[in-house]
C-alpha cells in the first residue's frame, strides 16, 4: 500500500515538472486578449458574442466567457437591443528553434481582431490584438506539450544544425565521391 502510494506521488510530481502545454500556453494567450477586449465595451453589462468559425473557435469562445463574467458582463444570444461583439483568429500556431541537441525555444502565438456593433447599428473597430510567448523546452518533452488533435497547436521540430552536418558531411560525400571516381577511371584504363 506504501508502495503504492509513493508512485501515484511519483507521477503526480513528474506530471507537475512537465512544462504547460501547446493548447494551455494558447489559453493563456487567449485569456489575455479577452481580457484586453473588455475595456473597449460600452458600460452596460450585455454582449452578444459571434466567434467566425475556425478550428480554434472554442478556444476562443471560452476564453470570452470566461474573461467577460470576470469583467461583469453578460453574455447574451445575438439581440439588437445590445452590443454586438464579433471576434475572428487572424493568426495562431506554435514554432519550434532548435538551439541545441537538447533544447528547442517554442513560441506560441495568437493573433485576434474585433469588431463591436452597438445597438443604434454604429460599426466599431477594436484594435487588432496579438500576443507571442516563447519559452524554452526539452526535446523529450516537446512530444507531451503537443496536442495532435489540434494542428494549430503541433509543429515540427527542426533537427540540430552542427557544424558537423553544414560542413564536413557534404566534403566527405565529396570526397568519397571524388576517389570512387578516380578509382573508377583508374581501373578502366588499364
Request: charged share 20%; net charge positive; hydrophobic share 50%.
Amino acid at each position: 500500500m506504501k508502495l503504492l502510494g509513493f508512485v501515484g506521488a511519483t507521477l503526480v510530481a513528474a506530471a507537475q515538472l512537465l512544462p504547460p502545454s501547446n493548447v494551455e500556453q494558447l489559453q493563456k494567450l487567449a485569456d489575455s486578449c479577452a481580457q484586453a477586449v473588455c475595456q473597449y465595451l460600452p458600460g452596460g453589462k450585455y454582449v452578444a458574442l459571434e466567434v467566425e468559425p475556425h478550428p480554434a473557435q472554442w478556444l476562443l469562445e471560452h476564453a470570452f466567457a470566461a474573461g467577460l463574467a470576470r469583467c461583469g458582463v453578460v453574455i447574451l444570444e445575438a439581440a439588437d437591443t445590445v452590443p454586438r461583439l464579433k471576434v475572428a483568429v487572424t493568426d495562431i500556431g506554435v514554432v519550434y528553434e532548435r538551439l541545441s541537441e537538447e533544447q528547442v525555444r517554442r513560441t506560441v502565438r495568437l493573433g485576434v481582431t474585433a469588431t463591436l456593433r452597438l445597438p443604434n447599428r454604429q460599426l466599431v473597430a477594436l484594435p487588432t490584438w496579438r500576443a507571442v510567448h516563447a519559452d524554452t523546452l526539452s526535446v523529450a518533452v516537446v512530444a507531451a506539450v503537443e496536442q495532435p488533435a489540434y494542428p494549430f497547436a503541433t509543429a515540427r521540430v527542426p533537427e540540430h544544425r552542427s557544424f558537423w552536418r553544414d560542413l564536413l558531411e557534404p566534403a566527405l560525400a565529396l570526397a568519397a565521391g571524388g576517389v570512387i571516381l578516380v578509382l573508377l577511371f583508374s581501373l578502366r584504363t588499364r
